[in-house]
C-alpha cells in the first residue's frame, strides 16, 4: 500500500480545493440572495392597494364622513377604480389609483381633524368670552 501523502505532507485529493475569496462569497451572496428576493417579493400594486384599504378604511369614520364627506367619496371610489382595474389586470393604472386614494383618504381625516380642532379652538374661545364676562360682573358688583 502507497501512502496517500505528497512530498509536502499534504494528503491527496482527487479534487483541487479552491479558497473563496471574500470578494467572491460578497457576488455569491449577492447573486444568492437577489435570487431568492425576485422569487419572494409581492407585486407593488398588491402592497399598494393594501396600503390604500387600510387608509380608506382608517378615515372612515362618523366625523370624517360628517365633516370631509367628499373627500372621502374621492378616495373610496379611487379605491373602487384600482379594484377594477387589478381586475382588468391593469396593473400600473391600479397601483397609481391605490396610491391617489390612499392620499385621499388622508387629506380626508386631515380636513376632519381640521374641522375638530377650529370647533374645539371656537368652543374655547367661548368659553373665555364667558368666563371673563363672569369676572366683569363680579367686579362691577
Known sequence: ????????????TSARKQKMTPASLVIAATALLGGLAGCATTPVYTEQMAVAESAVQRASTSSTSESAAGELQIAVAKLSSARQAVTNKDFERARQLAEEAEIDAQVAELHAQSTRSRKAAQESQEAARVLREEINRKITR
Do not use: A, E, I, Y
Not at 500500500?1 to 491527496?12: A, D, F, I, V, W
Open 1 to 12: 500500500m502507497s501512502n496517500p501523502t505528497l512530498t509536502s505532507g499534504q494528503p491527496k
